[in-house]
Nanobody
Framework: QVQLVDSGGGSVQAGGSLRLSCVPS????????MSWFRQAPGKEREWVSY???????RYADSVKGRFTISRDNAKDSLYLQMNSLVPEDTGIYYC?????????????????WGQGTQVTVSS
């Protein structure tokens, strides 16, 4: 069983920045995919970004150019740097991880999830 602890959320004004962190209970080198998802009130959970073990990454169109995902295997941590935040970015952000090859944009494929961290962007 892999446990994930995500943190770094908060309240910011539009245009601000936040950096989310996710620390797994095992080495990040053992995780093939690590992703960030978010869920806004009343909406389904949506994929934001993923990074593979090899460093390949992708972003949802809504965050491309503003968010940067990274993983530091030396520190066994995953990060999401979020810049130029807009109110539509508000939601609970979840870290997810997989030890197997999956569709990294499909929330249903992930076995391991963080508890979520709240991000609130005000206009």
């Amino acid at each position: 069983q892999v446990q994930l602890v995500d943190s770094g959320g908060g309240s910011v004004q539009a245009g601000g920045s936040l950096r989310l962190s996710c620390v797994p209970s095992i080495s990040t080198g053992s995780l093939i995919y690590m992703s960030w998802f978010r869920q806004a009130p009343g909406k389904e959970r949506e994929w934001v970004s993923y990074i593979s073990k090899s460093g390949t990454n992708r972003y949802a169109d809504s965050v491309k150019g503003r968010f940067t995902i990274s993983r530091d295997n030396a520190k066994d941590s995953l990060y999401l740097q979020m810049n130029s935040l807009v109110p539509e970015d508000t939601g609970i952000y979840y870290c997810a991880a997989s030890t197997t090859w999956i569709d990294p944009m499909d929330a249903r494929a992930y076995m391991y999830w963080g508890q979520g961290t709240q991000v609130t962007v005000s206009s």
